[in-house]
Nanobody, 123 residues
Framework: QVQLVESGGGLVQAGGSLRLSCVAS????????MGWFRQAPGKEREFVAR????????YYADSVKGRFTISRDSSKNAVYLQMNTLKPEDTAVYYC????????????????WGQGTQVTVSS
């Protein structure tokens, strides 16, 4: 099992920035990538970004490309999501997820999930 704990959500004005963190524990050696998803009220959960360990590779949803950056600190078993130029439509609960699939991007590819952290962007 892999346990994931997110932090860093909050309320920010449009155009502002936030940095989400996700720390993994447990059988982290079974994972090949970690990613971020988000779910807005009344909408389905959607993919945001993913980072693969080896070879290192990142992948982003078109809606966040150029504004969000996913990164990893392997020494801390942590993954981060730097979110810049935030828009009201970025408001959602953000979930961290881990997968044994290297190029995962679908929800069904991820077997481990965090509890989520709320991000609210005011206009």
């Amino acid at each position: 099992q892999v346990q994931l704990v997110e932090s860093g959500g909050g309320l920010v004005q449009a155009g502002g920035s936030l940095r989400l963190s996700c720390v993994a524990s447990g059988r982290t050696s079974s994972t090949n990538c970690m990613g971020w998803f988000r779910q807005a009220p009344g909408k389905e959960r959607e993919f945001v970004a993913r980072i693969r360990w080896y070879p290192i590779n990142t992948y982003y949803a078109d809606s966040v490309k150029g504004r969000f950056t996913i990164s990893r600190d392997s020494s801390k078993n942590a993954v981060y999501l730097q979110m810049n130029t935030l828009k009201p439509e970025d408001t959602a609960v953000y979930y961290c997820a881990a997968s044994g699939v290297g190029y995962a991007f679908k929800s069904s590819d991820f077997g481990f999930w965090g509890q989520g952290t709320q991000v609210t962007v005011s206009s």
